[in-house]
């Protein structure tokens, strides 16, 4: 037969053999282009320049984007790296029976061309039936308004050719470049080889150690501040390193020194099962560690977003307690009562009633505060004992909260909306205060005490002469009152937009306006923001997900194919098969769950710089975060048991082909 039709025939026969690892793979690829095709519609659709409060989303889609497309080349490379390894025998073959290299490149050009078009075309048919679907799903959790006019992007389908297109090609190339480098006896003995273990054992053992370990240290004892990225980046880099490293040496260790605890080792259970994975460990150390870190990833993606979706309405509540709020300087064209004035005449323009309003007039500075003691701020840029104060006077107090309390002349009261104060008296400069109460909760602001970023002081003193005097203290003599006003609005949605507009319409040309705070809109922006982060979290666990549980099924099919000898030798030796099956059964389970043990592991060292990261969204419930935590966690557990079992049919189908 001529050359030009057997090599696309071999290449199509190839495929169907070894279906048993091409079809997985070929799943998983159609998988990634239906991802990737959704994100890059969802991205390029027009209708979501068009959509109220939609600016973060169409962010967050761009992001996810870019972070899946750096995701997906490695998993595919590696993914590949597995099928081709399976394939180095056949190929051997080949080159022995007469095949050059280069009818060996033309037959892998041609397999390759077949898995794209068939992975690209599944993940474009289901991008194209589930897309509309899956839009209306992120509307939904959004709460964006829902619209059916999504329609098909061609800027989509362009983007996911040329980006698939791309990395088979660089898949091709490594394979060719493995194939070209290597003689057939290079190639025949491929197949069987294993991950080789590191030189000095004992010193990438303690390596392993100390990158973990710094890494766990970063991660517990990271607090807010403008640091806390690039040590969230640097912890997450050194546990990845620090798992290899274990993963590779350290648990090689561990296997060597029971082996060298003679009574423990040569008893018949634990010296088959010491023995077999030593040798497990050595040829599969990178593929549990990277079981290890999808499974941490998956665990954290999911925790976060999971926590801050279910955690929105403490989030709103924080962070916008008013549906409006308007701060300006005293003193100019703008007074309370025709502010009141104004409120009336627009809200009946809107058909909407306003209600439980408060106001006040307050001073506020920058401080550093030490302890108890607040001191004049100096210099730029951020210190981490920068706060604010805000000075409120004792007659507003009683009329906002409807009290009646009293304060002498060096009397204060505190409130803060991060922790407590915490001390009976305070310094403003050489002035000292006795703090007479601290307050749990006010009306005009939320209090939250694990709250580290942006917590502000409010002090009510007694009147004004008191606001001025510390003023003084502070550094900040020059500053004039603020008042501020703020209030809930009732009524329709539209009728509310048509309210927010027309107040904003009044206030643009006012100088005198320091804050006009949408509290409603910025609710929907904030639902938009953690409903996209969700879909987001949910898609990018089904990911990790995914990548996981194709190295976890093709670890299975090489242990598979290696017991599958090793099972008759054991049987040889007077080992009965009961006793070969637990043996081999005891080994698989502790391989394959380790890197589930260090996932829980990584997750609970990292989980104080999870809440501090959360804690810059503004969700600061503790307990809905624990609670999140600990059952993702166990979910997460039960579907990595799950996906244990489905695997290991795969080995123990392989195993008894020996019989």
Known sequence: MNKRFLLPKLAFVGIKKNGITYFPYMLAGIFSVFVFFVFSSIMNNELMKKLPHSAYLVVLMGIGLFLLGVILVPFLLYSNSFLIKRRKLELGLYSILGLEKKHIAIMMFFETMYIFLVIFTGGIILGVVFSKLLFLVLLNLTRLPVDTGFTFSFIALKISFYYFVGVSLLNLIVNLVQVFKSNPNDLMKGAKSGEKPPKRLWISALLGIVLLAAGYYIAIISKVDSGIFTDFLLAVALVVLGTHFFFKAGILALLRILKGNRNFYYRKANYTTISGMLYRMKKSAASL???????????????????????????????????????????????????????????????????????????????????NKFAKKSGKGFLPNAETIKLITLQDYNRMERQNEELGEDEVLVYSTGADFGFSSVLFGSDTYTVKKELAQTNFDRKSSVARFGQDYYFIVKDQNTVKKIMVEAGNPEKDFTDSIAFQVNGEDKNKKEFANLLSGWFKDKKEVVLLKNGIAGRDETVSMNGGLLFLGIFFGIIFSMCLLLIMYYKQITEGFDDRDKFSIMQKVGMSDPEVRGTIKRQILLVFFLPLVFAVLHTLAGFGMITELLGVLFLYNRTLIIATGVVVSCIFAVLYGLSYIFTSKVYYSIVRQMN
């Open 289 to 371: 560690a990277n079981i290890c870190i999808f499974s941490t990833m998956t665990i954290i993606t999911l925790l976060c977003t999971a926590a801050l979706w279910f955690g929105t309405s403490g989030v709103l509540d924080f962070q916008y307690p008013f549906d409006f709020r308007i701060d300006y300087k005293s003193g100019g064209s703008i007074d309370r009562k025709g502010l009141d004035s104004m409120l009336s005449q627009l809200s009946g323009e809107a058909h909407v009633n306003v209600y439980d309003k408060i106001s006040y007039a307050y001073m506020d500075t920058g401080a550093l505060k030490t302890e």
